[in-house]
């Protein structure tokens, strides 16, 4: 029976929820303050498994930069993870032989690293790290109560029929789409993006380099190696993902819009096999000839309705705090969510920092809050009625190049030169941030307006656009490792803003002249255009 007298422990920081984002911040925290009392409770019992069934397996740079450099992770990641091969997009719709496709992504490796994250195994090492680093981490503790109070939060726990109370002076939810605080504050908010999500996972490899005998698009990429990457197989308001694990395991998943492709088509594995034997049939007899071969390959099953959602607040001036998706979730197209894990987090710990500084952070909190929101509702835009482009090989190469150049000339800025808690230097150039931003909004609707006004049926070209073939975006991925004093910072972010404003002149033009013209109608017109542009 549970104790009816529960024990009280006292801590400077609690955090409820033991995955990725919660671990991490402990980890982040115990850096920034190696005094710093930090509790993490996890409801699971039990480590994951390898292979964990979650989505987020792929690492963006932002993502990959805050484990690697700034939680000191690289020598993990290397060991038992992927070294990702970039992302990589095939516009496959119905189509059994890649080679004759259009093919989007880099023939060799850029220069800054990302990995595939095998979920179960890095979370497990986490939860080691934090105790390592002087963390208290307690699995099998099933949060009861909250309650928020200016002299400490009281959170009422039970573990085993054992009930404690933990006070906090600060508390922060990780407790993922449970949305602890979420649910008792109502900051629930809908974000107008309805899709849903279904994947699975493998134990055998699927790779996609063998499915095509032809050896010279096998020699397209440098190493012959298209398996590591992200893969994409895009349509019509879908994608279908492949990422491999370093467990060995595969995962597959399918991304689509609600109304285009309902979640009843696909919210069980046979249903999911006959989707994917009709939309991408190179996907579906790769997966028969492993499960003819290993019957019990398949690992697990599951899905998520209308995934995306937003939320109203995730800092407060009132010690307490969301993080990961206990706060928002956008879309894993572009694998986002490590990347809001990072800044969420760094912006928390400055947030714990400067109150336990004595600092008044009411303004502050209103600040990082504001900023965070910019990020996510700058992000939201690349996918709020955007998928019906996603099978458009005319429209699609150029958002993702338009997307990459946004992202790496402008939000990577802020973390990878450190100054995403410096407010006198954003504020210094909150006009051509305002300006960048803007410029997003208003280039995603020209291509959703230049991919409605186009037809996105397939072509059959077998082109391959190389974005390692333009030295300007390889370069902007390379330059994200410079270190840059505050004068440089500045120069950069106003070069590339200006360098953006240049891009949307061009696809401006592109979308008019083509949407004008019936005879630019080839995939190559689609190369020429993409690798004719001078950014």
Known sequence: MPDPSPTISKHDVLIAGGGLAGLTLALQLRDAMPGL???????????????????????????????????????????????????????????RD??????????????????????????????????????????????????????????EVEKDGVRETIVADWLIDASGRAGLLKRKLDL??????????VWFRLSERLE?????????WRAR??????????????????????????????SVGIVADAATHPLKSMDAFEKAMAWIATHQPSVHEAIRRVLDAKPDALMDFAYYKDFSYGCKQTFSADRWALTGEAG?????????????????????????????????????????????????ESTLTLYQGQYALFGNERVMPVKV????????????????????????????????????????????????????ATDPAHRRSGVMLDQASLPWFAELNRGLRDVLDDDAFRQRILTNVAQLESLASEIEAMAAADTASATTSDAQSTSSLLFGMAA
């Open 328 to 376: 928002w979730f956008l879309d894993p197209f572009y694998s986002p969510g490590s990347d809001f894990i990072a800044i969420g987090n760094t912006l928390i710990t400055d947030l714990i920092r400067a109150e336990r500084a004595g600092e008044a952070i009411r303004t502050q909190s209103f600040f990082y809050g504001e900023l965070f929101r910019s990020f996510y």
């Open 98 to 155: 890649l080679q004759d496709v259009t093919e989007l992504g880099a023939s060799r490796y850029l220069s800054t690293p990302s990995w595939q994250i095998d979920r179960g195994v890095f979370e497990n090492f986490l939860g080691e790290e934090a105790v390592r680093r002087g963390t208290r981490y307690d699995v099998g503790s099933v949060v009861k109560r909250i309650d928020l109070q200016a002299d400490g939060h009281r959170v």
């Open 221 to 250: 990429c440098s190493p012959s190696a298209r398996w590591l990457s992200t893969n994409h197989l895009c349509g019509a308001g879908y994608w279908l993902w492949l990422i491999p694990l370093g467990s060995g395991a595969h």
């Open 208 to 216: 996609i380099d063998t499915w095509v005998d032809d050896p010279a």
């Open 401 to 452: 190049l338009w997307d990459y150049t946004y992202y790496w000339g402008v939000l990577c800025q802020l973390f990878f030169q450190k100054r995403l808690t410096d407010r006198a230097a954003i504020t210094a150039l909150a006009e051509p941030l305002r300006r960048a931003s803007r410029l997003n909004a208003s280039v995603q609707k020209t291509l959703n307006a230049w991919g409605t």
């Open 37 to 95: 009392d930090v509790r993490v409770v996890e409801r699971r019992a039990t480590p994951a498994p390898a292979a964990t069934h979650k989505i987020g397996e792929s690492s963006v740079e932002i993502g990959a930069h805050y484990f690697a450099d700034t939680l000191g992770l690289r020598e993990h990641l290397d060991a038992k993870h992927l070294r990702k091969f970039g992302f990589r997009f095939f516009f496959s719709e119905g189509q």
């Open 188 to 197: 629930a908010e809908d974000n107008g993006h309805d899709a849903n999500a």
